[in-house]
């Protein structure tokens, strides 16, 4: 990929410097799975650049937290921060709170990302390819069943305060909005907050009810492993149910192996992360960048599932 | 009233660092006596029980129960020797009933191997307690009621029947009726005339004259720190007591206390 | 309702009646609840005339909705876990915020000890230790839990009952250090992948057996031991307790100790159940622990309190999880409703008290 390259390319350019840079990054929160992946990433491709050093903040979810991590960053003279911003409606005082220090956002598209000065930028992914991956590839799967005449189904949201879940759900209910894929029905959605065990009491609330369904859809991964665990529990045959999530973490593709999960969407959070680390390091360098940079998310469904069972 | 003597104090003193609290207490007390302790406030009454009944542990002197001398290392320790004590604020759990109280710290339990999971032994703490009770002489229809719902009186009652419960060999009170009204002072009142017939001695402390005349056989008056009389009943009058309570007339043999 | 009886020298008591116990009155609070869940699957015209508690599509072979009723318990058995301990915590006047964190610091220590060398015959990825510590007898991670969540009790007990910290306070920091442990023991990454027998533990309806039957085991103990008893003697005079002889701080320590251990089997029986342990987990436990102690009638400064009620409470905040679900409610709807259910229990429980005396 073009960006690909041209981030190879800073990267060994940034590398070859001798003066040291510091960034500072703060994380929405340390206990979440994906995110940790991402803060791995960046911290390792920190550590293959020489001269360059990463401090790493956890903001707890708590976006007045974050702000003052940002003015502290400000304070002790870093050369760049990241933000993985905790609540996406707070882009404006996140960029204020930077100043003039050159600022990246990763993975979180926060509100104001059309009108970030010539000192900040956004990596991330587009939650509408996310959403609508998942949920198309479910869409041909039921056909394929022969139940193109009808399905009914559940969606399971995230934590409903995070951008990414309410667009992820946006894209579910787009996709099966089209022509092609309004035989689908949702017969109710409810928020399992990202996580697996919440997940796993929603689906089998959802079936003490005896509805019949054909597929379940989750904003991640966690919430589809929790779904199919309520599921084959209650002796379901996972082949009659079709599975649908987002992250493809290794967990999810170790599920996916062994037959019960049906298709994932992989967010490169290693990519990501690093992403950052390199548009923060050339903004630094003053070097002219693209403000938004979308990383894109590829499709994993068992067929092609083997290609990122050591990525995530 | 027989010769046998319950308890002996000689020299019993207490400082609180330069605060010379109780000095030189020399104090006997013959089975069946019922004796009050009267004094101002500070004059040593409240420091005196404490280190008879191990709550405090004395500067000097010593005591002698029952013709032994002991030396009680807490509270435990002298009810486990046999005296029993009656605070002013009563040490009874609200929630509790009166079995589960009189009881509390001494459960009749089965299953001992089970430590601190052994079981209770409802059947005969109840038992016990009714017995207790009637002992005493207090009559409460419903001993499963939790302490809670009874009134001051009431409490008070339940507090002195576990001196009857557990065979107290001596039983001491502590301003029992400070905080009663008067139909109440009068149940309890006639509770410690049950023990006296019984032959039960008791150490009273009180600031109430009128109760003390009415009770006791005898009346020991600190002041300062020090007893300064030893009266009995019959060759004294309130009047005579509040005087050397507070100080106007000495007994020639404490007359050190005078100073 | 005076009764007088004369005793010896004109005595007279009042006898009080024998009262209703508390208990009665969450049973009958829950029966409404579920009867306003059946009729709101009746009248709401989305709803299809579903039954919330009856079987109307036959497929069980009793009147009433198995898969239902299971689910009512099965999700707040293993917060229920946690009252358990809770409500004794209470009991003595006290009160233990860190079990959320417990929870997930003792998932994710004993999960590591859990972990199964081969997943769909590869090499498990998220192995933390070893392979010494691979498939080991399940034995080995409950017991380490267990004693995990002994040293945190330990520690909590002996910061209220021998540095007399607040245990407002205490619990609290021990709620931040065992959020730090959780985080720190994998640097945030899950563990996952257990072996079957750990899996055992938090499988179908395990969880609601264990809770129950610890739920008749701590019945049991805080009724007819004497642990039970010094237990609810701290809380409702220490004082007096001090004075009766009991070694009231050991004993509060021990009544810590049994409180997270109860939490930390609850973290390893969660683990189970979600075959993973993550550092999020277990967000809110102690909250809504101590809500189902509160529901079930206990007093918070001590005293008062009973296994019957918190299991009751367990029940109602099941019924309303099962019920918002049923009728298609958002779930912020259900947290408004929870808040609002527990000042209410407060309330009446204060009513009550005040008619009583």
Same mark, same amino acid.
């Given at each position: 990929?073009?960006?690909?390259l041209?981030?190879?390319g800073?990267a ?12 500072g990054?703060t994380i929405?929160?340390?206990d979440?799975?994906? +995110? ?6 960046m ?8 001269g ?10 708590d ?7 940002v003015?502290?960053? =400000?304070?002790?003279? =870093?050369?760049?921060?990241i933000?993985n911003? =905790? ?16 600022? =990246?956002?990763?993975n ?7 009108d ?22 479910i869409?041909n ?14 969606l399971m949201?995230?934590?409903l305060s995070n ?14 909005g ?6 689908m029905t ?6 399992a ?17 005896g509805?019949p369904f054909d ?7 966690e919430?589809a ?10 002796g ?24 019960d999960?049906?298709?994932?969407v992989?967010?490169d959070?290693f990519g990501?992360g ?7 390091l050339? +903004? ?8 938004k ?6 499709l994993?469904?068992p ?10 | 009233?027989?010769?046998e003597? !319950? ?6 003193t207490?400082?609180?660092?330069g ?16 004796i ?13 029980v404490?280190q008879i009944?191990? !709550?405090?542990?004395? #500067? ?7 013709g032994?001398e !002991? ?8 009810r486990?020797?046999?005296i029993?004590? !009656?605070?002013? #604020? ?7 009933d009166v079995?589960?109280?009189?009881f ?15 079981f ?5 703490m ?6 207790g009770?009637?002992? #005493?002489?207090?009559k ?13 009186g ?9 001196t009857a ?11 029992p ?6 139909q ?7 509770i410690?005339? #049950? ?10 402390v009180?600031?109430?004259m009128?109760?003390?005349?009415d009770?006791?056989d005898?009346?020991?008056?600190f002041?300062r ?5 030893n009266?009995?009943?019959?060759d ?8 050397y309570i ?14 | 309702?005076?009764d007088?009886?004369h005793?010896?020298g ?20 829950l ?12 009248i709401?015209?989305y ?21 239902r009723?299971q689910i ?5 058995a ?5 009252a358990?301990g809770v ?24 999960m ?5 060398e ?11 230790? &070893?392979?010494?510590?691979m498939?080991?007898?399940v ?8 004693l995990?969540?002994a040293?945190?009790g ?5 910061f ?5 910290i ?30 079957e027998s ?5 499988s179908?309806?395990?969880p609601?057996v ?6 008749v085991?701590?019945?049991?103990i ?11 003697a ?22 810590y ?13 969660l683990?189970a159940?979600?075959?993973?342990a993550q550092?999020?987990m ?6 809504f622990?101590i809500?189902?102690?509160?529901? &079930?009638?206990?007093?918070l ?5 009973s296994?019957?009620g918190?299991?009751?409470?367990a029940m ?6 099962s019920g ?5 409610l958002?779930?912020?709807?259900q947290?408004?409703?929870m ?6 229990a407060?309330?009446?429980?204060q009513?009550?008290q005040?008619?009583?005396?």
């Amino acid at each position: 990929m073009k960006k690909t390259l041209i981030f190879a390319g800073l990267a060994s350019l940034l590398a070859t410097t001798a003066m040291a840079q510091e960034i500072g990054a703060t994380i929405s929160r340390f206990d979440d799975n994906w +995110l940790t992946v991402m803060r791995n990433g960046m911290t390792e491709h920190a550590d293959s650049l020489d001269g360059v050093s990463l401090q790493m903040e956890d903001a707890t979810d708590d976006l007045a937290k974050q702000i003052d991590q940002v003015k502290n960053f =400000v304070a002790s003279g =870093v050369d760049a921060i990241i933000v993985n911003i =905790v609540d996406t409606s707070a882009g404006a005082a996140i960029t204020e709170a930077a100043g003039g220090t050159p600022l =990246v956002f990763v993975n979180r598209e926060p509100d104001n990302v059309n009108d970030l000065p010539p000192t900040q930028a956004f990596v991330a992914s587009n939650e509408i390819e996310s959403g609508t991956l998942s949920a198309f590839q479910i869409c041909n799967n039921l056909r394929a069943d022969g139940k193109a005449g009808g399905a009914r189904g559940y969606l399971m949201n995230g934590q409903l305060s995070n951008q990414a879940a309410v667009q992820r759900s946006k894209d579910v209910h787009d996709v099966i909005g089209m022509d092609m894929c309004n035989f689908m029905t949702i017969i109710d959605e409810q928020t399992a907050n990202w996580s697996r065990d919440e997940a796993q009491d929603l689906m089998t609330n959802w079936m003490s009810s005896g509805e019949p369904f054909d597929f379940v859809l989750a904003n991640n991964d966690e919430m589809a492993i929790g779904a199919i665990q309520a599921m084959k529990a209650a002796g379901m045959d996972m082949a009659s149910v079709q599975v649908g999530g987002v992250d493809a973490s290794q967990d999810a593709l170790l599920t996916m192996q062994s037959g019960d999960y049906d298709v994932t969407v992989f967010q490169d959070a290693f990519g990501q992360g690093a992403g950052s680390v390199d548009t923060a390091l050339a +903004l630094v360098k003053g070097m002219a960048v693209d403000q938004k940079v979308y990383i894109p998310f590829v499709l994993v469904t068992p067929a092609n599932m083997g290609d990122f069972l050591s990525k995530n | 009233m027989s010769d046998e003597v !319950v308890l002996r104090t000689q020299d019993l003193t207490k400082y609180y660092g330069g605060v010379h609290a109780l000095e030189g207490a020399n104090f006997e007390m013959k089975k069946g006596e019922h004796i009050a302790i009267m004094g101002d406030n500070g004059a040593g009454k409240s420091t005196f029980v404490r280190q008879i009944t191990g !709550v405090e542990q004395r #500067t000097r002197g010593d005591v002698w129960l029952y013709g032994e001398e !002991v030396s009680f290392a807490g509270p435990l320790d002298a009810r486990e020797a046999g005296i029993e004590t !009656v605070f002013q #604020t009563l040490a009874l759990a609200d929630d509790l009933d009166v079995p589960d109280n009189l009881f509390l710290g001494r459960e009749k339990t089965f299953a001992d191997w089970l430590g601190p999971f052994r079981f209770l032994d409802y059947k005969a703490m109840r038992k016990a307690t009714l017995a207790g009770l009637e002992k #005493t002489g207090v009559k409460i229809p419903n001993i499963k009621n939790t302490i809670r719902n009874m009134s001051g009186g009431q409490r008070q009652c339940v507090a002195i029947a576990r001196t009857a419960t557990f065979h107290s060999r001596l039983t001491i009170m502590d301003e029992p009726t400070a905080a009663l009204g008067v139909q109440e002072t009068a149940q309890v009142e006639n509770i410690i005339r #049950t023990l006296k017939e019984a032959g039960e001695p008791l150490i009273l402390v009180s600031h109430n004259m009128r109760q003390v005349m009415d009770l006791v056989d005898r009346i020991i008056v600190f002041r300062r720190g020090r007893i300064c009389a030893n009266l009995r009943k019959e060759d004294t009058n309130g009047e005579d007591v509040v005087a050397y309570i507070t100080g106007a007339k000495t007994q020639p043999e404490y007359a050190d206390a005078a100073a | 309702m005076t009764d007088t009886s004369h005793g010896v020298g004109g005595l007279t008591f009042d006898k009080t009646k024998r009262s209703w116990p508390n208990e009665m009155n969450i049973f009958f609070a829950l029966l409404i609840i579920v009867i306003i869940f059946e009729i709101l699957g009746q009248i709401l015209p989305y709803m299809n005339g579903q039954s919330f508690l009856f079987d109307t599509r036959g497929r069980f072979d009793t009147i009433f909705n198995e898969a239902r009723l299971q689910i009512i318990i099965l999700q707040v058995a293993i917060i229920g876990i946690i009252a358990l301990g809770v409500t004794q915590v209470i009991i003595t006047a006290g009160i233990d915020l860190s079990s959320g964190p417990l929870v997930a610091a003792t998932a994710m220590i004993a999960m590591s000890f859990a972990q199964t060398e081969l997943v769909n015959g590869n090499p498990n990825p998220k192995a933390i230790f &070893g392979l010494w510590a691979m498939d080991l007898p399940v034995i080995v991670p409950v017991v380490v839990g267990l004693l995990f969540g002994a040293m945190i009790g330990a520690i909590n007990g002996t910061f209220v009952a021998y540095f007399r910290i607040p245990p407002f306070i205490a619990t609290l920091g021990m709620f931040l250090i065992c959020r730090g442990i959780a985080l720190w023991w994998s640097a945030g990454r899950p563990v996952s992948f257990p072996t079957e027998s750990y899996k055992f533990i938090g499988s179908g309806m395990m969880p609601v057996v264990w809770f129950l039957s610890l739920a008749v085991i701590f019945h049991i103990i805080l009724r007819y031991t004497v642990y039970g008893k010094h237990t609810y003697a701290i809380g409702s005079n220490e004082e007096a307790a001090r004075m009766s002889g009991i070694n009231v701080r050991r004993h509060k320590v021990m009544v810590y100790m049994i409180a997270s251990m109860l939490a930390a089997f609850a973290g390893v029986v969660l683990s189970a159940k979600a075959s993973t342990a993550q550092a999020g987990m277990g967000e809110f436990y102690e909250l809504f622990a101590i809500a189902m102690a509160v529901i &079930g009638g206990i007093s918070l400064t001590g005293g008062r309190g009973s296994i019957i009620g918190t299991v009751l409470g367990a029940m109602v905040l099941g019924v309303i999880r099962s019920g918002f679900t049923f009728v298609k409610l958002d779930g912020s709807y259900q947290l408004m409703a929870m808040g609002g259910i527990i000042i209410a229990a407060v309330i009446l429980d204060q009513y009550r008290q005040r008619n009583r005396a």
